[in-house]
């Protein structure tokens, strides 16, 4: 029987399809993982969903979590709409074992098969969260999205980080290690077939798939909590967490770094201690964008 994960570096990886996914697969990306999920739909005020969701009147909602992770979100849907049914995939088991009845996860799932047999044309809501660096083909994923959401109602939600550091007053330098970070990580990835960078083409990928009502609202994320504004302090506060506290800068750049450019464990903590002091630095005002994507399947294309 094939090994469910593997070490490396000191991180744990799932095993399935192997180099699948470049990222761990262990408990401290599952608490990174739960961080985020607090710091999207607590601290930065987001509803669970903000597309519409208007299901069939002799039909109960059906919901898709593509990209699942931790399952909360799948969960927090199936509470929420309990004459719902919600699906969560993902190419590894880090859900919890007590889950609403209404609530089932597909594992392992590879979002980037050519085809999906999970019923086209009849989900009302599937929903995209930090999929970036996990996917080869945004207008390939859009296209399956597209065909499995109801003609007419069903909307594709999408969230995304886009991790490039941004700086309003000059207290983040241009040689800055937080945008060596960024630049190292970007490099690295582009060599792969699974880019982190975020896509500005977002909103014309979607058109060209078919979606009308695009919308898009975008959030500032500090490194750390030094906004004067209240939300953007928690959310500055949870987005430190998940990166240092939570070994999320770690997470995301031992396989990129080490696999691409041959760094060793050594290289990447040292040059990961100058990026984690400059976060934890409360003269330095950078941030990040949380980019939510909304849009709709029409009834005819």
Known sequence: MQQEWYEENGRWYHAWQKGLYMYPHDEEERHRMDVYHNLFYDKAGLSLHSARLIPEVTRRPRIMDLGCGTGFWAI????QYPEGEVLGLDLANLQPAQIPPNV????????????????????????MQMLCGSVSSWPNLYAKVFSHLRPGFGCIEQLEIDLE?????????????????YDYLVRATDQTPKTIRYSHNTRQALSQAGFTDISERVIKAPYRAWSTDPTAFNIGNF???????????????????????????????????????????????????????????????
Request: aromatic letters at 12%.
């Open 239 to 301: 987005h430190q967490t998940a990166l240092d506290l939570c070994a999320g800068l770690e997470a995301l750049s031992l396989g990129p770094f080490s696999r691409v450019f041959g760094w060793s464990k050594q290289e990447i903590e040292g040059f990961l201690a100058g990026v984690r002091a400059e976060i934890r630095n409360r003269s330095i005002h950078a941030y990040t964008n949380i980019h939510v994507w909304t849009a709709r399947r029409p009834l005819a294309r």
């Open 76 to 79: 927090d849907m199936g509470e």
């Open 165 to 181: 550091p941004r700086c309003d007053d000059g207290t983040l330098p241009p040689d800055s290690y937080l945008r060596q970070w």
């Open 104 to 127: 089932r996860f597909q594992i392992p799932f590879n979002f980037e098969t050519p085809y999906w047999s999970l019923g086209q044309d009849s989900w009302d809501l599937i929903h």
